[in-house]
């Protein structure tokens, strides 16, 4: 645990690092290649994978689990269509205003570190908005014993913003049972992480911490 935790650290240095020598171009041309990968991957999940499949890739902690979440990040659930259209409409609002500020930032020649991270949490946004906007349209439902397909546009699943968010990384680092004394969770069973998330919300929490990290240095 205590080595995962240096390369954790090690991680945003050498991102802070990296972001130094950047341009804002380049940042632009890096959010985009980042929202594209968020796609290809999830394309790929979604047409070669069936509901709850998973691919073992370090034997009882790193997994490929194919959910999809009608929800908000992490697995967490809106109820009803009401809910995940709010959530859909919600996420539409925060990219706007992401994008004005990312250009506002520009324009006041902030830190390429400032951009950086608006960048990513902007990224991580676009590539679930995609999904809730456009993934009903243009495939079929996945289900638990076939993959979803390409369809003609609009014959899918789900109508215009009303499209499941496809989830697939799994890191159930740790499990156990907790203490008989623990208070109300006494004996049962417990799994440290157990959301199941995606990339694209790898980059919002990236982003966000980047900035929490960093916030003495680019925040008076």
Same mark, same amino acid.
């Given at each position: 645990?205590t080595?995962r935790l240096c390369?954790?650290?090690w991680?945003?240095?050498?991102?802070?690092?990296k #972001?130094?020598a950047?341009?804002?171009?380049?940042?632009a041309?890096i959010?985009i290649?980042?929202?594209?990968? *968020?796609?290809?991957?999830k394309i790929?999940?979604k047409?070669?994978?069936?509901i709850?499949? %998973?691919?073992?890739?370090f034997?009882s902690?790193?997994f490929?689990?194919?959910i999809e979440n009608?929800g %908000?990040a992490? +697995?967490?659930?809106? +109820?009803g269509?009401? +809910?995940?259209l709010?959530?859909?409409?919600?996420?539409? %609002?925060?990219? =706007?205003a992401?994008?004005w500020y990312?250009?506002?930032?520009?324009?006041?020649?902030?830190?390429?570190?400032v951009?950086? !991270?608006?960048g990513l949490?902007l %990224?991580?946004a676009l590539g679930? #908005?995609i999904?809730?906007?456009?993934?009903?349209?243009?495939?079929s439902?996945s289900?638990y014993?076939q993959a979803?397909a390409?369809?003609?546009? =609009?014959?899918g699943?789900? =109508?215009?913003?009303?499209?499941?968010?496809?989830?697939?990384?799994?890191?159930?680092?740790?499990? =156990?049972?907790?203490p008989?004394w623990f208070?109300?969770? !006494?004996? *049962?069973?417990?799994?440290?992480?157990?959301? #199941?998330f995606?990339?694209?919300?790898?980059?919002?929490?990236?982003g966000?911490l980047?900035l929490?990290?960093?916030q003495r240095?680019y925040?008076k």
């Amino acid at each position: 645990m205590t080595c995962r935790l240096c390369a954790v650290l090690w991680f945003f240095v050498s991102l802070q690092l990296k #972001i130094y020598a950047m341009s804002k171009k380049k940042i632009a041309l890096i959010v985009i290649a980042l929202l594209v990968i *968020d796609q290809v991957v999830k394309i790929m999940i979604k047409t070669n994978m069936t509901i709850n499949e %998973a691919i073992t890739v370090f034997p009882s902690w790193f997994f490929i689990r194919f959910i999809e979440n009608p929800g %908000a990040a992490f +697995g967490m659930q809106i +109820g009803g269509e009401f +809910g995940k259209l709010a959530l859909s409409i919600f996420r539409l %609002a925060l990219s =706007g205003a992401l994008i004005w500020y990312i250009c506002k930032l520009i324009k006041k020649q902030a830190p390429a570190g400032v951009v950086m !991270g608006f960048g990513l949490i902007l %990224a991580g946004a676009l590539g679930n #908005i995609i999904d809730s906007a456009f993934y009903g349209l243009i495939f079929s439902e996945s289900t638990y014993t076939q993959a979803a397909a390409f369809v003609p546009f =609009g014959t899918g699943y789900a =109508g215009f913003l009303h499209g499941k968010v496809v989830d697939m990384l799994y890191f159930p680092l740790v499990s =156990g049972v907790y203490p008989s004394w623990f208070p109300f969770v !006494g004996g *049962d069973s417990f799994t440290f992480f157990s959301p #199941i998330f995606n990339i694209a919300d790898s980059y919002i929490t990236i982003g966000v911490l980047y900035l929490i990290i960093f916030q003495r240095k680019y925040f008076k």
